[in-house]
């Protein structure tokens, strides 16, 4: 079964500061999806990133980027230029054209002013 | 606008009784999910459906019941055999079943 995990339950970051957000997953596939989703106190859950694990390019959307990185398996998400709005649970996912999508646990992003 | 519905945003239930809830999506999509987030866990699905009329059981759906009678459509009925039904209930679409998926606003059951 394909897991993932995200190792930080909860982080802060200064406002218009850079904070990186790690995940890493378990999967003997070679062709996989991988998201970032952000869950703001509304509890809407919205995409920010999509990565095709056969693209070498990492993925990046205005202030989120990724460092993608098949061999170790690890895909930590980077915001830049911090804002207050950032303030949510971030969920790390995972995805094959067989498996079903498979989410971390999240980790709880606070951007202090 | 396009986008994802569902109602209602709260819903409270006595236990024994069955509820329904709606999730509708006019986004022309073929599949849709349905998860359920309790505290501190990521989502866990339910049920999915990649086409109209066609349904299957996802990790946790003892309890729980669904219909894909139309494409835009796809209720969740939480049954009285649903042990600990209190959480959050989210509703995706995509495209296609391999697609990236869109959430609609979520659901909170709470059975007193």
């Known amino acids: 079964a394909q897991t993932v995990t995200q190792s930080q339950p909860e982080m802060s970051v200064q406002e218009a500061e850079t904070v990186t957000l790690s995940c890493t997953y378990d999967?003997?596939?070679?062709?996989?999806?991988l998201f970032w989703y952000k869950q703001p106190p509304s509890r809407q859950m919205i995409l920010v990133i999509r990565q095709e694990a056969y693209k070498q390019q990492n993925a990046t959307e205005n202030r989120f980027s990724v460092n993608f990185q098949k061999a170790a398996k690890s895909f930590s998400l980077k915001i830049s230029d911090s804002q207050l709005g950032d303030t949510a649970m971030y969920f790390c996912a995972f995805m094959t054209d067989t498996e079903k999508l498979v989410f971390g646990k999240g980790t709880k992003l606070t951007v202090n002013p | 606008d396009g986008g994802i519905t569902q109602s209602p945003k709260y819903l409270f239930r006595k236990e024994g009784q069955n509820v329904t809830l709606s999730c509708e999506q006019n986004l022309n999509h073929d599949a849709m999910y349905w998860y359920r987030q309790d505290p501190g866990q990521g989502l866990r699905l339910i049920y999915y459906?990649?086409?109209?009329?066609?349904?299957q059981k996802g990790d946790i759906a003892e309890g729980y019941s669904v219909s894909r009678e139309k494409k835009e459509s796809f209720p969740l009925t939480v049954t009285s055999a649903q042990k600990n039904p209190t959480a959050f209930y989210l509703c995706?679409?995509?495209?296609?079943?391999?697609?990236?998926?869109?959430f609609g606003p979520g659901t909170r059951l709470t059975v007193l």
């Open positions: 995706a679409s995509s495209r296609l079943a391999s697609d990236t998926q869109y």
């Open positions: 459906s990649q086409i109209v009329n066609d349904f």
């Open positions: 999967t003997s596939e070679n062709n996989y999806y």
